[in-house]
């Protein structure tokens, strides 16, 4: 029976043909995890897009007390894609949360903030539509081993790529692995992870991604990029986690383990997310212009508005310890808070590869795949909305190699953050422009800082690493 909604049809019309015999639901915890649980195709029905199913959210990180636990997830059947995972025939929907008392969206749940940064931009009249193009890097290894307990830490990671195996005996050993820094772009042998990629690659798209581009990143050890195309805020947010869900379990079915750690190996690159962002409206788009690099007055302010907040930024794009072990310089990472159209050193770069208006973007460069894509992009889009608004002047453009510039040039230009602690603290003094349209709220805003603090930092500040045995254990 129709539902007089176009995309429920769609829904029901998949699952008829797909023969599905399992709905999984999944839906976002507040640092940045998909969540899922599954339902027999008896229990679902056009009423499911209405009245939801109800779950206790009290486990979930940073959600409710145990005292006031009971959630309600709602479908979106926006976002039906078939599940190649799972061997029964398993239609998968991604979620939005709900307030079972008011059913009013849950203020901490990562899509609703989203949501809530998309209908912002609108009400601004600046512009209809926000593009998000995530690059997540990720490495994929052979092996990963960690454990840590009063008496023990340690982790051990592994790669047939990993230029450290040189001289082990591998029954034979066949060479051609990365030398460190040097794994962009080689052909294979070198690069054993081409058809591992692809299939990635053609996972991502029988779900209906489109891909741009796969290649091998720079690092030893199995790190990769796959490029998407760019997409509206909450569309780009939902595909990454998707993509992320994808690229991770095609590669344990090739008895392989994906990590998106910003900074899993020690002495060579870090995988990052560099998110391209552009401001639409009614079909037209609004970062060309006449302007530096090509670009519109209100772009150079979209760019002020990132460089102004990037400090209190960093705590949704960066949002882990982890995080600041990448952004150090030599590694290619964007420490200096500057912009450049073509200098991959500073922040923010204005790609050149087109003159096309529709592909004038700005390219954010420090934020890593550890991030909540909801919130990252959002926060982004706030920054840069704040940058419009109040005419935020980004300076003078960063066209130099940092390399050749003197020290006492190089101290004038600021940097990230050197910890998620000082991140936390420059969001806590810094996050007015985050409230605006409700998008985000104190609430939010606290409980983030909090959670970080006492689930992430303080425990790692309380647990001695191995390094440091290395370096005091003779004192």
Known sequence: MASGNPSIDKVFSFIKTNKIQFVDFKFMDFPGQWQHFTVPISQFSVDSFENGYGFDGSSLRGWKRINESDMLIIPDPETMFFDPFIAAPTLSLICDVFEPAT???????????????????KSTGLADMAYFGPEAEFFIFDDVQFDSSPNSAFYHLDSIEGKWNSGRDEGPNLGYKPRYKEGYFPVPPTDSLMDLRNEMVLNLQNVGIEVEAQHHEVAS??????????????????QLL???YIVK??????????????????????????????????????????????????????????LAHAPSLLAFTNPTTNSYKRLVPGYEAPVNLAYSQRNRSASIRIPMYSNSPKSK?????????????????SAILMAGIDGIVNR???????????????????KEVPSTPE????????????????????????????????YKIEKEIKPMALRP???EFELYYDV
């Open 392 to 410: 935020i002047e980004p300076g003078e453009p960063l066209d130099k190699d940092i390399y050749d510039m003197s020290p006492e040039d190089l």
């Open 221 to 238: 050890g199995g790190q990769c990029e796959i490029d998407l195309k760019f997409q509206p805020l909450l569309k780009a947010a939902d």
């Open 419 to 450: 910890s998620l602690g000082a991140a936390l603290k420059a969001l806590a003094d810094d996050h007015e422009y985050l409230l605006k349209g409700d998008v985000f709220t104190e609430d939010v805003i606290h409980t983030w800082i909090n």
């Open 465 to 467: 690493t191995p390094h």
């Open 361 to 377: 973007r700005v390219e954010f460069r420090c934020p890593d795949p550890a991030a909540n894509p909801y919130l990252a992009f």
């Open 249 to 306: 379990n095609t590669a344990k079915m090739n008895n392989k383990t994906v990590t998106y750690m910003p900074k899993p190996i020690f002495g060579d690159n870090g995988s990052g997310m560099h998110v391209h962002s552009s401001l639409w409206k009614k079909g037209k788009p609004l970062f060309a212009g006449g302007g530096y690099a090509g670009l519109s007055e209100m772009a150079l302010y979209f760019i002020g508005g990132l």
């Open 242 to 244: 998707m993509f992320k």
């Open 103 to 121: 059913r009013e969206k849950y203020s901490r749940c990562p899509r609703n903030i989203a949501q809530k940064a998309d209908a912002f931009l």
